[in-house]
């Protein structure tokens, strides 16, 4: 079926360290997108892939999207406490026309 | 402020019950999305209407319903409620059909609790 496993659930690191999450899709996708939510928030759309092999940078975050567009990866350089939230993948299905949300990685920043 | 907007923020009411939650989509966006969040499961698509119509269809119970009317707004209606239907209900919207799909502005979200 159509479903986005995305690993770690949660990610413990000490400011200044680096935080990755990663996801996979058994199919195809259309293109993925990636939310932040922070605690007691409502998800906020940070970026979409929509290419093979795309990446894209924002800041101190690396956006990837894979060459056969089944997975995906957030990098973040030197973490901040203000990188704490969950962060969420989201893939989209042509066939169905849904858009899927990964687990979500809970990321705690230790100051 | 995402410009999506939710009633009520929270509600709690009794196993058995039926309740109503309220959106309105951002001005101009004609799709609305109804996701369930719940601490084990993260977010779990329920349904999609553009412009009125369904869809897309995700793991709905059929104890639930929605509908799009013709100024936009959505209503998802949960009824013969289970402890197990506590959860945070979240709206979103966006521009597009689902032929494309573009980035979600979500609401705050409705906190449903069951007792």
């Known amino acids: 079926g159509q479903q986005v496993m995305q690993i770690p659930q949660y990610q413990h690191v000490q400011e200044g360290e680096d935080f990755t999450t990663y996801c996979n899709s058994s199919t195809t996708l259309s293109n993925i997108q990636w939310y932040k939510q922070r605690p007691g928030g409502h998800p906020v759309f940070l970026i979409q892939l929509v290419k093979s092999g795309e990446v894209k940078k924002q800041k101190r975050l690396t956006f990837q999207f894979g060459e056969a567009k089944k997975n995906s990866s957030l990098h973040i350089t030197a973490t901040q406490t203000t990188d704490v939230g969950t962060y969420f993948c989201a893939g989209f299905y042509n066939q169905g026309g849904k858009l899927i949300f990964g687990q979500g990685t809970e990321l705690s920043v230790k100051p | 402020d995402s410009g999506v907007t939710q009633t009520p923020k929270h509600l709690i009411t009794a196993t058995g019950q039926r309740v109503t939650l309220r959106c309105s989509p951002r001005?101009?966006?004609?799709?609305v999305y109804w996701y369930q969040q719940s601490l084990d499961q993260g977010l779990q698509f329920l349904i999609q209407?553009?412009?009125?119509?369904?869809?897309a269809k995700g793991n709905i119970l059929e104890r639930f319903s929605a509908q799009q009317f013709p100024d936009l707004h959505s209503e998802l209606n949960l009824s013969s409620l289970e402890l197990g239907d506590s959860a945070l209900y979240f709206c979103?919207?966006?521009?597009?059909?689902?032929?494309?799909?573009?980035?979600?502005?979500f609401g705050e979200g409705s906190r449903l609790t069951v007792l």
């Open positions: 209407y553009y412009n009125g119509e369904e869809r």
């Open positions: 001005s101009g966006d004609l799709s």
């Open positions: 979103a919207s966006s521009v597009w059909d689902r032929v494309f799909s573009g980035e979600l502005f």
